[in-house]
């Protein structure tokens, strides 16, 4: 069984910083790509960036910029970094992941955290 526990959410000013983690525990041989999702009040789930074991990224347009996702392999951690806040990146914010254990791949999401960006 493997889990993503995230944290760093909260509420920040419109132009502010927020730094959410996700750390993945559990029985994992490799976590092959790590990313965040978002999720408005009324909006479907989009990915707003993820990063493969490598270190290869991809962004949706709109944070293009103002986010950086990393990863940290040693501790199975992955970091989104996220500056110039508006709010519209006003949602819940989940951790995905693709792990392999032992031969198995299981596509795992972590339980959210509530990112909100006051105008």
């Known amino acids: 069984q493997v889990q993503l526990v995230e944290s760093g959410g909260g509420l920040v000013q419109a132009g502010g910083s927020l730094r959410l983690s996700c750390a993945a525990s559990?029985?994992?041989?490799?976590?092959?790509?790590m990313g965040w999702y978002r999720q408005a009040p009324g909006k479907q789930r989009e990915l707003v960036a993820a990063?493969?074991?490598?270190?290869?990224?991809n962004y949706l347009d709109s944070v293009k910029g103002r986010f950086t996702i990393s990863r940290d392999n040693a501790k199975n951690t992955v970091y989104l970094q996220m500056n110039s806040l508006k709010p519209e990146d006003t949602a819940d914010y989940y951790c995905?992941?693709?792990?392999?254990?032992?031969?198995?791949?299981?596509?795992?999401w972590g339980q959210g955290t509530l990112v909100t960006v006051s105008s």
């Open positions: 990063i493969t074991m490598g270190g290869s990224t």
């Open positions: 995905n992941a693709g792990v392999y254990s032992g031969l198995r791949r299981l596509e795992v």
């Open positions: 559990g029985s994992i041989s490799v976590i092959s790509i």
